[in-house]
């Protein structure tokens, strides 16, 4: 894609697209087992293409097993992010080994797997924050979000909050 964008003029350039699929089991049953097979077949092609004409897939898997993530998905699904399982099993189908299933049991904690394996702690919303964040978007002028605590100042009108909830800069 960035090749062909080098290569043709500023109007007729190609945009990423970002697809997800949440609860992939859920789409791969959804049906009998002719349409199962063909998304099945689709979504093997799309992620085997993708990438190169600009699509980036992200799907979302409670409970992976070996007959809804094959080898034709697995093989060009490279970068994977996965947490916590109780049993090792799906950990190696993700994975290709059980460190999933040795992860701390502390919430946000994530293994990333792409050429290499890292483990990284992951931002946690919790509800408290959901709260501010909606009183955010409700009243923004009139309502602070202290970095360190959890409180709410009203009618500051010299306080600037840390969170930029402001998403003008970015194009679509």
């Not at 093989?75 to 999933?100: H, K, Q, T, W, Y």
Request: charged fraction near 30%; proline fraction near 4%.
């Amino acid at each position: 894609m960035e090749d062909y964008n080098r290569i043709v003029s500023c109007n007729n350039k190609m945009n990423r697209i970002v697809l997800f699929i949440d609860e992939l089991v859920e789409l791969l049953r959804a049906g009998d087992r002719e349409t199962t097979k063909h998304i099945n077949n689709s979504l093997e092609t799309l992620t085997r293409l993708s990438r190169a004409v600009g699509i980036n897939v992200i799907m979302g898997i409670q409970r992976p097993d070996a007959t809804i993530v094959g080898g034709q998905i697995k093989n060009n699904v490279s970068l994977r992010i996965c947490g916590r399982f109780v049993d090792p099993e799906p950990s190696r189908i993700m994975l290709g080994n059980d460190s999933a299933n040795k992860l701390p049991k502390v919430r946000g904690r994530f293994i990333l797997k792409d050429d290499d394996q890292a483990e990284f702690q992951a931002f946690r919303i919790t509800s408290d924050l959901m709260e501010h964040l909606y009183l955010l978007e409700k009243e923004p002028s009139n309502i602070y979000v202290e970095p360190d605590a959890v409180e709410i100042e009203a009618d500051d009108e010299t306080a600037e909050h840390p969170l930029n909830l402001d998403f003008d800069d970015i194009e679509f």
